[in-house]
């Protein structure tokens, strides 16, 4: 079983920047991906942003330019880089982890983010 822990959300101005971590419990299989999702109050959950275990990312259009997505394998955690900030990118972000070879998915439990002025 593996266990992804968040941190590093809170309450920040428009404009303002934040940096989420996720760290893995275990690091299993090396060929994974990681992915931050968010969900805001009313709305489906959506992929923000996605990091292959061979640095291949994927970005939402709505975070392009303004989101950075980047991983440390030998922490086994994976980070997000958010400047810019906009109420908009007010949610529940959650951390997700999948192998590859298995399709096990695994999630965080989640951390809120809230811009607000």
């Known amino acids: 079983q593996v266990q992804l822990v968040e941190s590093g959300g809170g309450l920040v101005q428009p404009g303002g920047s934040l940096r989420l971590s996720c760290a893995a419990s275990?690091?299993?299989?090396?060929?994974?991906?990681r992915g931050w999702y968010r969900q805001a109050p009313g709305k489906q959950r959506e992929l923000v942003a996605s990091?292959?275990?061979?640095?291949?990312?994927n970005y939402a259009d709505s975070v392009k330019g303004r989101f950075t997505i980047s991983r440390d394998n030998a922490k086994n955690t994976v980070y997000l880089q958010m400047n810019s900030l906009k109420p908009e990118d007010t949610a529940v972000y959650y951390c997700?982890?999948?192998?590859?070879?298995?399709?096990?998915?695994?999630w965080g439990q989640g951390t809120q983010v809230t811009i607000s002025s």
């Open positions: 275990t690091s299993g299989s090396r060929i994974n991906v």
């Open positions: 997700n982890l999948v192998y590859v070879a298995t399709g096990r998915e695994y």
């Open positions: 990091i292959s275990s061979g640095g291949r990312t």
